[in-house]
């Protein structure tokens, strides 16, 4: 794309001689230098319908670059002797930050560039913004009303397009040169600085709107719902030539908000209106809002103290920032194809503390699952479950495996041996093979039966031993591999860490649990549905460097 931008230059007339330049200068004259606004197939139809009128010599085309007398070569030796409509399809594959100075080469560039197609594709491509903003006022239901209803059900429509902007008269470039391309800094993942409790932050493209979403886990204990999203901010042109930023926290809809980029990978959001936060019947009111909301039930129905402390404890914790927050950026992890399973988020269950969120990712023979959300024990961003792959462990039969006693010594036996330094296999690869070594023996399959897939499993019975605590009591009845692993508890405030001993079950692709043999208790993890974007992580070193940031957010 340089090097078309180089030849664009090197053709139009940079670097020609003045004599050269002025014969283009006075081929340009000729054509109408009036402002096209109208919709992208007017505006292709004009620029074509201009480059016809010019005369078959003219020294604008054929004669700029090639010899005097020519009358006209068999191939095109300029840009400008491509048709328009080519040019604009050259011209929508360069990335939109070059298109300024490209039109800065010649009038007829900065004409073509005014067609609406080429920045439409530019904001489709590097932003994956959808709607058609010719289209806005004609369809009868925009995504603009969508999101407006979907925020505040309770006002009517009519009243909120009397507050949003008149897309008429906007066009893509202004879109894209005035809120996308201005904010692309702040578009991905995000944690919360909210203490312990840390959060999942979100930050799209929304139709014409870039929208931060905060991520919430299903309601405890259904671990296996699709998250809970809500809307911290939001940014969309409300003029012209100027992007407005509004705050989304509370109930009585959008008010004047800010965005500051701290630093690179960190930002933060300040309510300018906070009084749209307060509730009419003051903080009792906010509180059983916000109780329904994040735990769908009333105190009433919670009938644990110490569960209701800890509620009480982040309602009054987490209010008290009114979305004034600052965010650090996070990725998702790598994937290699030696991946036990597709790393990525999960929710799981995490006792009297609710559902929480949590990163797994594989590290050689570790996987470890990092905190994304947090409690007053064990904070955001600390490794929560770390498990050795190359300790895989055979479960016995299932009235065996009801007896905690004999998971236990099953379990605490392996882990005695991690502590000593016995080393285990050399690869994950070996320990999945050690997994389906009680499938039969070494010798081939009879003929005409049916081939087990290399590296598949056959699964096996499951059973939690009695005694154990399951938040949920929906589990999977069978599953595919366990290894050993340690879990990280601490007292409140986190204190007095340390890692404990536990069994790692995998069910399928998207679930798997973990017994805490020091408390007794099961977890259950179900994988995020949810489709993320500019959250890749650029290399595995960039990856770990973020893990050892987190932790130190809130060792």
């Excluded at 109408?32 to 016809?52: A, I, Q, T, W, Y």
């Excluded at 990335?95 to 197609?117: D, H, M, S, W, Y």
């Excluded at 009868?140 to 009243?159: A, E, H």
């Excluded at 719902?225 to 809809?253: Q, S």
Aim: hydrophobic fraction near 35%.
């Amino acid at each position: 794309m340089l090097l078309q931008m180089a030849v664009c230059a090197r053709l139009c007339g940079v670097g020609q001689s003045r004599r050269c330049r002025r014969r283009q200068r006075h081929s340009q004259d000729q054509n109408s230098d009036s402002e096209v606004d109208m919709d992208e197939e007017e505006e292709e139809e004009r620029v074509v319908g201009k480059m016809k009128d010019e005369p078959n010599g003219s020294s604008s085309s054929w004669g700029l670059c090639g010899s005097a007398g020519s009358a006209g070569p068999p191939h095109p030796q300029s840009l400008l002797d491509l048709p328009p409509e080519l040019l604009v399809q050259i011209f929508s594959s360069l990335p939109g930050t070059a298109l300024p100075n490209l039109a800065l080469v010649c009038k007829k560039f900065r004409q073509i560039l005014n067609t609406e197609t080429i920045w439409r594709r530019r904001c489709t491509e590097e932003f994956g913004m959808r709607d058609d903003l010719r289209k806005m006022e004609t369809v009868g239901m925009s995504s603009r009303d969508l999101y407006v209803k979907r925020v505040n059900p309770q006002v009517k429509s009519g009243r909120f397009m009397k507050l949003l902007p008149d897309y008429e008269h906007m066009d893509y470039r202004d879109v894209y040169t005035h809120l996308l391309h201005p904010y692309r800094h702040i578009l991905g993942l995000w944690q919360p600085d909210i203490g312990p409790y840390g959060g999942l932050l979100n930050v799209v493209v929304d139709g014409l709107f870039i929208i931060g979403w905060m991520y919430l886990p299903p309601h405890d204990p259904r671990v296996e719902d699709p998250m809970r999203r809500r809307p911290l901010f939001r940014i969309h042109m409300w003029e012209k030539n100027k992007a407005t930023v509004e705050c989304m926290y509370g109930h009585k809809g959008p008010h004047k908000g800010d965005i500051q980029t701290v630093k690179k990978d960190e930002f933060s959001t300040k309510c300018n209106q906070t009084d749209h936060h307060r509730m009419p019947g003051g903080r009792q009111e906010e509180f059983r809002t916000w109780l329904e909301e994040e735990w769908g039930r009333t105190l009433e129905d919670i009938f644990h103290e110490h569960m209701q402390e800890l509620i009480l404890m982040k309602f009054i914790y987490t209010s008290q920032y009114d979305n004034c927050l600052t965010y650090r950026r996070i990725y998702l992890p790598p994937c290699l194809p030696s991946d036990l399973l597709q790393p990525g988020l999960f929710k799981g269950t995490y006792g009297s503390h609710g559902l929480e969120i949590i990163m797994l990712s594989f590290h050689g023979s570790k996987a470890k699952a990092t905190k994304l959300t947090g409690d007053p024990n064990v904070p955001a961003g600390q490794l929560t479950l770390e498990i050795d792959l190359n300790r895989p462990v055979r479960l016995p039969d299932l009235e065996t495996q009801r007896n905690m006693e004999e998971l236990s010594r099953l379990v605490r036996g392996v882990h005695e041996e991690a502590q000593g330094g016995s080393q285990g296999r050399d690869a994950p690869a070996e320990a999945a093979e050690a997994a389906e070594g009680a499938e039969g023996s070494d010798s081939a399959p009879p003929a005409g039966a049916e081939e087990v897939e290399p590296g598949e499993p056959e699964p096996q019975p499951f059973v939690l031993p009695l005694g154990v605590m399951a938040r949920n009591e929906v589990y999977p009845r069978t599953c595919k591999m366990c290894f050993y692993g340690t879990g990280l508890i601490a007292g409140h405030g986190f204190t007095s860490p340390e890692r404990t001993p536990g069994l790692f079950v995998l069910f399928d692709a998207d679930r798997f649990g973990f017994i805490w043999l020091e408390l007794k208790s099961f977890s259950l993890y179900s994988r995020l549905s949810d489709q993320l974007t500019h959250a890749q992580a650029p290399s595995m070193q960039r990856f770990e460097a973020m893990l050892r940031n987190m932790q130190s957010w809130t060792s």
